[in-house]
């Protein structure tokens, strides 16, 4: 069955990705940069930073279906989308600058406290931005354009969150973990009012075909009762959790492991940089075949690019950069495809039911995101400090060769898992098809 002509213009296209730069801005360093800075600049060890960051992340467990729920379940006048993301604007903005600026004597009740509240606003944007996404785009090749795109504007505010420290760093402007953390929290405070703002005048908010009055608590069932949605969740917690592993070493990877201290943020924006270029090119994938084979295909290129930081110990710069590269090629794909297919996976939830749960649906996705990303680095750091590693002093030739241990052979186990999980996907392009063409004329199954 054919798929319908594209309805949405590249200028709603751009402005609806907007927000994805300080979205994407703020879960960056989130991962890479915040825990390194608790670590090595408050008061707390090692390895209960890694469980903190995990343990804020049983919040989640509630809010993000709940959340969903909520999100669904009313219908503002002003638009459901819309409604939230200018109401997560002051939440992030708040608690962003109190966690990028923690004093010295910041303890396990300061990190927590405000760690929580990121993630409360992040989860509000996120799952608002993402099911607007979803409900704008309503075929299956436009959803994997539309969230391509997205994610080509996501990777675009992580450079620019990397860069802008980096001009600070080589000018002179800015010094250590804390003045780089301090500037990248400028950059989002600025950025989140601009950018939802321009997304909430600019881009329609659809209302839902289906009366939300129908909606319960039991529709949170639906998390774990469509068994597509089980498959692409728990595909996304595994990647989420590979790249949470590389992400909170990073800064470390490149200090003890390459010995490059003052080329973290050039190699990481040649990192970004590649995923950035190469989206457009997993989006060309998956109009040509299925979403969840090039999802596979993407898992496989990652384990073996990852495999190539084996190599780069004592490499010249340009191997570096070229390794980051290879592996940052295959960072997008798994993100944008997963968050194309949960929107595919409430359709066929929808034309079972006759009800709409984009929202909760998402909240899904938003959970296994964030507590992947959570469990990457709590088992990184506990293993790591459990086998002596300790950046607030000596790293020897052991610890870092643990270091590397950590960084490659865990996130490739993760990947591989995922790809031989998503392999099994079955709602395929026409079958979507055929359940789009039950929704249009208002048919349940």
Request: net charge positive; with cysteine.
């Amino acid at each position: 069955m054919a798929e319908a002509a594209p309805t949405l213009s590249g200028w709603q296209i751009a402005t609806y990705v907007l927000p994805a730069i300080p979205i994407a801005a703020l879960g960056l360093p989130l991962t890479v940069h915040i825990p390194p800075l608790y670590a090595e600049s408050t008061v707390l060890t090692l390895g209960l930073v890694g469980t903190l960051f995990s343990i804020s992340k049983l919040v989640d467990v509630f809010t993000d279906p709940l959340f969903g729920w909520i999100s669904d379940r009313f219908s503002p006048r002003w638009g459901r989308r819309r409604t939230w993301m200018i109401a997560s604007a002051p939440v992030l903005m708040v608690s962003t600058y109190f966690l990028f600026h923690p004093p010295e004597t910041a303890g396990r009740l300061y990190l927590v406290g405000w760690l929580s509240l990121v993630y409360l606003g992040y989860t509000m944007a996120f799952l608002s931005h993402l099911s607007w996404a979803a409900e704008l785009a309503r075929s299956y090749d436009e959803r994997s354009r539309l969230m391509g795109w997205r994610q080509v504007g996501a990777t675009a505010g992580m450079l620019l969150v990397l860069v802008l420290p980096s001009i600070g760093e080589v000018t002179g402007l800015i010094a250590g973990a804390a003045a780089r953390a301090a500037l990248m929290s400028d950059f989002i405070l600025l950025m989140v009012p601009i950018t939802f703002a321009i997304i909430c005048f600019g881009v329609p908010d659809p209302v839902p075909k289906r009366d939300p009055a129908k909606l319960s608590l039991k529709d949170l069932q639906t998390i774990i009762g469509n068994h597509h949605l089980r498959r692409v969740l728990s595909a996304d917690f595994l990647l989420s959790a590979a790249l949470g592993i590389t992400g909170s070493l990073y800064v470390w990877f490149t200090v003890y492991v390459l010995e490059m201290p003052s080329l973290t943020s050039v190699i990481l924006v040649a990192y970004f940089g590649a995923a950035t270029f190469c989206v457009p090119i997993w989006m060309r994938l998956a109009r040509k075949y299925e979403k969840h084979t090039v999802f596979a295909g993407a898992m496989a290129y990652g384990m073996v690019t990852l495999g190539l930081f084996s190599l780069t110990p004592g490499a010249p710069l340009g191997i570096v950069i070229l390794v980051n590269c290879l592996y940052g090629c295959a960072y997008g794909a798994g993100v944008f495809l997963a968050r194309a297919m949960v929107a595919d996976t409430a359709d066929y939830d929808e034309a079972k039911t006759g009800v709409s749960r984009m929202g909760t649906f998402y909240s899904g996705l938003t959970l296994t995101a964030k507590t992947g990303f959570a469990f990457g680095p709590m088992v990184a750091y506990n293993l790591l400090e459990w086998v002596g590693f300790d950046p607030k002093g000596t790293v020897d030739a052991a610890a870092s060769n643990w270091l590397l241990f950590t960084f490659t052979v865990p996130s490739i186990a993760l990947l591989g898992c995922a790809g031989l999980i998503i392999r099994g996907h079955r709602l395929t392009r026409a079958e979507h098809a055929r359940i789009r063409q039950q929704l249009d004329h208002g048919i349940s199954r």
